[in-house]
């Protein structure tokens, strides 16, 4: 700050104040204008006073640099250390196994790491995001997903599995390629706490106990009738040689891993009484109907698909699967979709009142019905599928009796978790920032201002915080 006490006469001040007014508004920084002598109108009252009255020339602060350092998340990440706080930065393979809820939650089935829960707001398709609408549209069950997750441990999942743990998909993306933004997506403050609130959300429905049970699940049982164009009768023998009868509607049945709309062709026609098939069933009470016990969630013709599929969970009433080897102790198959219940209720409706016309007994259509009655005829309608294999020798000592593992359950990864660090998951950037700014040693020989210790503290805070009040700057215009 530069301030120069001058004095002269009226004339010379009127030819000052025209020489102001020609001169440019802005003048260089390094330079220090030059002002004619003003008098002012008290002068001459006051020529003896020291207290002079003086016109004071103010020159703006110099412009200052200063380095600042911007963190930029980088492709190649070194995976480094352990830790509770992390993703899982293997990129792991699965597909889509259920939808739980239109909102948005969902299950990844893996072969290698089990189930992995997850939200259509984690999802790329190809390399952006979409609304959950259509996310869900692009990705049916079974599509195939690679996926980045978090594992957690602990008492309050017990409920999931004997080893205590849930994974979470933090992103899950479709084709080859992980899209640019993943790995910012994923270390943002917000969409943690989403993910977390989803994980809660999925464990309130554990403990409401909402999940539909499968009585039975993959049980062997034969088409024995039709009811009607859609419902039918499936005639299965438990192990005491009791006979159950479990009904079934078309749009339940898969053969060979295909929906009956697929065919354009009525259930009765493609799907002959005698043909054995496998079933998945909840046990039902329809009132006036009579010999009917179970309903079938899932009818299977011919090989099975990828979906759909319950889950085993620890506890429960209890599953008979007698395909699967099931661990020692009392467990239960679910299937998780919460709407599932509904759709079945309504055909358990629709049986009711198709049998209330003959007071509750099972009374079967033979119109337009086929039949297989014996292994040849059995045989041919395999190969009107494409069902029936070549012989294959290497595939001639395969047990077919032996039990299959569960795969549709939660269970520890002998992968670990790993953290993304600080020091790895970042590049840093440094950038020169231009600004004026009184408060700042280059500024002291111009009338800078210096900030006193006690106001120092005060503008960082007694805990050292700093506070909203800091010393104003002024941005360099362009």
């Not at 039709?226 to 009868?245: A, C, P, R, V």
């Not at 198709?354 to 509750?360: A, D, F, K, Q, V």
Request: glycine share 6%.
């Amino acid at each position: 700050m530069v301030a120069r006490r001058t004095r002269t006469s009226a004339t010379n001040g009127s030819k000052a104040a025209e020489k102001k007014k020609e001169e440019p508004a802005v003048v260089e920084m390094e330079e220090v204008e030059e002002m004619e002598e003003i008098e002012l109108s008290s002068d001459e009252e006051v020529e003896d006073d020291d207290d002079d009255v003086a016109l004071i020339v103010l020159k703006r602060p110099p412009i200052t640099e200063r380095v600042i350092e911007e963190v930029e998340i980088t492709e190649d990440i070194e995976i480094t250390g352990t830790g509770a706080t992390g993703a899982n930065l293997t990129e792991k393979k699965g597909y889509i196994k259920e939808f739980i809820e239109s909102e948005g939650l969902a299950m990844i089935l893996s072969k290698d790491y089990g189930l992995v829960l997850f939200h259509l707001s984690s999802v790329w398709i190809g390399d952006e995001q979409k609304d959950i609408i259509n996310t869900r549209k692009n990705l049916t069950p079974g599509t195939t997903v690679t996926f980045y997750d978090r594992s957690f441990k602990g008492e309050e999942y017990k409920d999931l599995s004997d080893d205590k743990v849930i994974h979470q998909a933090v992103a899950v993306w479709t084709g080859d390629t992980r899209p640019d933004s993943v790995l910012r997506k994923i270390t943002d403050e917000e969409y943690k706490k989403k993910l977390e609130e989803f994980r809660s959300t999925f464990m309130l429905y554990l403990r409401g106990e909402v999940f539909l049970r499968a009585a039975y699940v993959r049980i062997k049982g034969e088409v024995a009738g039709y009811l009607s164009e859609k419902m039918g009768i499936i005639e299965y023998k438990d192990d005491q040689g009791k006979k159950l009868n479990i009904f079934f509607h078309s749009d339940d049945v898969r053969i060979y891993k295909k929906e009956v709309k697929e065919f354009h062709k009525p259930c009765k026609a493609l799907l002959p009484v005698g043909i054995p098939v496998s079933v998945d069933a909840r046990r039902v009470h329809v009132v006036g109907v009579k010999n009917i016990e179970y309903q079938a969630i899932v009818v299977i013709a011919g090989a099975w698909p990828l979906t759909p599929h319950p889950t085993l969970m620890p506890g429960g009433q209890g599953s008979i699967a007698p395909c699967y080897e099931l661990p020692k102790g009392n467990f239960t198959f679910y299937y998780m979709e919460l709407a599932l219940e509904g759709r079945l209720s309504r055909k358990v409706q629709d049986l009711k009142e198709l049998l209330n016309r003959s007071n509750g007994n099972i009374s079967y259509d033979w119109n337009h019905v086929q039949y297989a009655q014996s292994k040849e005829q059995i045989t041919e309608w395999k190969r009107m599928f494409g069902g029936k294999r070549r012989f294959n020798p290497q595939n001639s000592n395969v047990d077919r009796s032996a039990k299959r593992e569960v795969l549709d359950v939660f269970k520890a990864s002998e992968a670990n978790e790993e953290e993304i660090k600080e020091e790895t998951k970042s590049k840093v950037k440094k950038k020169v920032l231009a600004e004026r700014t009184w408060y700042t040693p280059e500024a002291w020989e111009h009338g800078g201002l210096r900030i006193k210790e006690e106001v120092k503290d005060e503008v960082m805070g007694a805990d050292g915080e700093p506070l909203t009040k800091k010393p104003k700057q002024e941005p360099v215009k362009s």
